[in-house]
C-alpha cells in the first residue's frame, strides 16, 4: 500500500469516527398530560366559546440534530374529555356531534417536520407539522404551522390550525336555529419528557 493511500485510509477512518461519535441516537419522549393543553375556539354568532382538555397521551422519537428530525410521532386526545365549561353544551358535543361512543379518540400521527428555520439559536425552530389527523373517524391529511422549544429535560410543541367540522363529518351545531361557523381554531400547547 502506498503511502498517499494509507494517508487517505486514516484521514476516511478519523472522518468516519467523529461522525459516529457526534451524532447521537434517537430520543423518545412521551407527552406529559398535566402540563400539556389542547383546545378550539368555536364561533357560535351569537357568542363564541372555548373547549378544552388536558388528557393528551402519545409519544415522539426525535433526532437532536440541526434541524430535528422526527423518526415517529403519535397524539392521542380523550375526545370525551373536552369542556367548554357549560354541561348541557358538553353533553350535546359529546353524544350527538363528536359522538365520543362511537369514535372515543382524536389521534394526530406526525411524519415529516417540513420547513424547520431556527429561531432561538438552535433550541427553538418554527416549522410545519405534516402528518394525518383522524377526528370523528375520518382521517386526513394536514399541515400544522408550529414552534418547537428543545431543551435537555423537555420539549415543548405549540401551534394552531383551523378545522372544517364538515371535513370531518361532523354536523354543524346551531344555536337558536342559527348555525355556528364549520371552522374552528384548534391551538395546542404539548410537553413531552425523555421516556426513561
Not at 402519545?58 to 397524539?75: D, M
Not at 390550525?161 to 381554531?185: A, G, H, Q, W
Amino acid at each position: 500500500m502506498t503511502p498517499t493511500r494509507l494517508m487517505l485510509l486514516v484521514c476516511s477512518w478519523a472522518l468516519w469516527s467523529s461522525a459516529m461519535v457526534g451524532s447521537e441516537p434517537p430520543v423518545r419522549f412521551r407527552i406529559d398530560p398535566a402540563a400539556s393543553l389542547v383546545w378550539f375556539d368555536a364561533d357560535a354568532r351569537l357568542h363564541s366559546f372555548r373547549g378544552q382538555t388536558h388528557k393528551i397521551n402519545g409519544y415522539f422519537t426525535l433526532q437532536s440534530s440541526a434541524p430535528p428530525q422526527i423518526a415517529e410521532a403519535k397524539v392521542i386526545i380523550e375526545a370525551a374529555s373536552l369542556e367548554t365549561g357549560n354541561t348541557e353544551r358538553d353533553a350535546d358535543m359529546r353524544n350527538d356531534f363528536l359522538e365520543v361512543r362511537r369514535f372515543p379518540s382524536i389521534e394526530f400521527g406526525v411524519t415529516e417536520l417540513v420547513s424547520p428555520r431556527s429561531i432561538a439559536g438552535g433550541t427553538e425552530w418554527d416549522l410545519v407539522l405534516q402528518g394525518r389527523l383522524m377526528v370523528h373517524g375520518i382521517t386526513r391529511d394536514v399541515k400544522v404551522p408550529a414552534t418547537i422549544s428543545l431543551g435537555s429535560e423537555r420539549v415543548m410543541a405549540r401551534g394552531q390550525i383551523r378545522l372544517d367540522m364538515r371535513d370531518y363529518n361532523i354536523r354543524v351545531p346551531r344555536l337558536l336555529l342559527i348555525p355556528m361557523k364549520s371552522e374552528v381554531l384548534v391551538g395546542f400547547a404539548v410537553v413531552a419528557q425523555p421516556d426513561m
